[in-house]
């Protein structure tokens, strides 16, 4: 527990890194500099002034400071992880992953150095490796996100196999469980099983998507494509009225919207093509 709330820290500390505005962090870099004028040999000064290049993006500054900080004999978990973040920026992937290696082999399921992992195979296309951190990164979560599940899923569905194919799926359905009613996991599901062709379980699951939907215009109309796709043309004549329904009693302010207006001239292209098949 202790280092699942170590690794949460240093995830709340570069996050906050990267909102602070580049003029804000130009003037802490010039106040550490002269700082280091007046001590030379302080290590932490030159660590201090590499994490703020890194968010900087000044990638090769921080980089220099954070090996004179080291040099000076400054070592932590936060100067591996801003290393191996700085050759990832760099594009310089197995020093990167060097760093990473060096930090889990200490620290197995800390959480930053697993979801970097993860960030770097995924880039180098090594998605099974990817998808296995991204879940590791699940698992050690004090807290999980839905981003944290679609990163899994998004690996294993670049894998381009069938076992990736159901891992997809998988994750997506234990975020669901885990999470609850998140849209973005309902449509991500919807959308990977139309994609593998089974069409049956995107009906299933589209019905889901509709059961939680406070507005259901855009979810009913999803559901018709699905059965048009089926050459149900009943069924999908019957969603495309519930969506028009639905799209009726929204407030006109709605209903002028561009994409509420398209929506609704693709409710009526279907059915009038539905119509002429009679």
Not at 40 to 57: I, M, N, T, V
Not at 104 to 121: C, E, F, M, W
Not at 131 to 146: K, M
Request: contains cysteine; neutral net charge.
């Amino acid at each position: 527990m202790k280092k699942g709330i170590f690794s949460l820290l240093i995830l709340n500390f570069l996050a906050l890194g990267v909102t602070l505005a580049h003029g804000d962090l130009h003037e802490q870099i010039q106040q550490v500099t002269k700082a280091i004028e007046e001590r030379p040999d302080s290590a932490y000064l030159y660590f201090k002034r590499g994490k703020l290049y890194f968010h900087h993006e000044d990638f090769r500054e921080c980089l220099a400071d954070l090996q004179r900080a080291q040099s000076l004999g400054h070592h932590d978990l936060i100067q591996q992880l801003i290393f191996a973040k700085a050759h990832h920026q760099l594009g310089q992937p197995e020093l990167a992953l060097s760093y990473i290696d060096l930090i889990l082999a200490d620290h197995p399921h800390h959480v930053n150095a697993l979801k970097t992992k993860g960030r770097i195979s995924f880039d180098r296309g090594n998605y099974q490796t990817a998808a296995l951190a991204f879940e590791q990164v699940i698992a050690h979560s004090i807290r999980s996100i839905p981003e944290n599940y679609m990163d899994a899923c998004r690996a294993w569905e670049l894998l381009g196999t069938e076992q990736g194919q159901n891992r997809a799926i998988a994750i997506l359905e234990k975020g669901i469980e885990a999470l609850g009613p998140i849209i973005s996991l309902y449509e991500k599901r919807t959308e990977l099983l139309i994609n593998y062709g089974r069409l049956e379980e995107a009906i299933a699951a589209q019905q889901a998507i509709i059961d939680i939907s406070q507005r259901k215009e855009a979810a009913y109309y999803r559901m018709a494509e699905i059965h048009l796709m089926r050459e149900d043309h009943s069924s999908a004549a019957q969603y495309l009225q519930l969506s028009r329904s639905a799209f009726e009693s929204l407030p006109q302010r709605i209903q002028q919207t561009t994409a509420m207006t398209d929506l609704l001239k693709d409710i009526n292209k279907h059915l009038q093509q539905l119509r002429q098949k009679k």
